[in-house]
Structures are given as structure tokens and as C-alpha cells.
């Protein structure tokens, strides 16, 4: 299974990035995405996920309303947009799967991550 992250880099608060997943390996339009990202010094958080069809998606509080996330099925790739960049939405994001469902993508105990992105956000 192959989780390339991309579309990360330098912005300033306020800004907007689109973050891209590609993904390989499995049969995508069969799993549930999820966005996590990891900051300096902090446990890895599921921060959006998205269910096989595209038509549920899940926030955490902190990015609802400012983060979208989304998906193609027929590239193989989901996507975050994230809009009113923060300062703390610094910190490299990675994605993952779960063919179980949406439900499953808060899960502890991935064992593979993919490349991640970087993303930082100055004030």
C-alpha cells in the first residue's frame, strides 16, 4: 500500500491550502479516508475523514467550517482544503484508510503511515 501526501508547504495565517492523497495499493473506492496530521511534540490526529462514497464526512472541532475534505474515486486520491489557516494547524499531515467505514479511521494502531506533507503556518 502506497499513502503519498502533497500540496503542503509555507503560508500565512489566514491562507489556504489543498493537500492531496494519493493512494495505491488497495481498492480505494472501497475504504474510508482519513486526514491526521502530527505537530512538533504531539500525538497524530484523525483531523477529517471522509466514508467510501464520498457522501459522509467527519470534522474535528478545531478545522470544522474552515477544512473540507473530499474525494475522487476514480483517481485514487482524497483531498483536504483547508481555508483560514492557523497557526496550530502547523504540523505534517499524513493519510490513511479503513475498509471497515468512517467510524474505524480514529483508530490507534495503524501500522503504516505514508509520506506526509508539511504544512506551516505563520502568524
Known amino acids: 500500500v502506497q499513502l503519498q501526501a502533497f500540496g503542503g508547504g509555507l503560508v500565512q495565517a489566514g491562507g489556504s491550502l489543498r493537500l492531496a492523497c494519493a493512494v495505491s495499493g488497495i481498492i480505494f473506492r472501497n475504504s474510508a479516508m482519513g486526514w491526521y496530521r502530527q505537530a512538533p511534540g504531539k500525538q497524530r490526529e484523525l483531523v477529517a475523514g471522509?466514508?467510501?462514497?464520498?457522501?459522509?464526512?467527519d470534522y474535528t472541532d478545531s478545522v470544522k467550517g474552515r477544512f473540507i475534505v473530499s474525494r475522487d474515486n476514480a483517481k485514487s486520491t482524497v483531498y483536504l482544503q483547508m481555508n483560514s489557516l492557523k497557526p496550530e494547524d502547523t504540523a505534517v499531515y499524513y493519510c490513511?484508510?479503513?475498509?471497515?467505514?468512517?467510524?474505524?479511521?480514529?483508530?490507534?494502531?495503524?501500522?503504516?503511515w505514508g509520506q506526509g506533507t508539511q504544512v506551516t503556518v505563520s502568524s
Open positions: 471522509i466514508n467510501n462514497s464520498g457522501v459522509r464526512k
Open positions: 490513511n484508510y479503513d475498509v471497515r467505514g468512517i467510524r474505524w479511521l480514529g483508530r490507534t494502531d495503524f501500522t503504516s
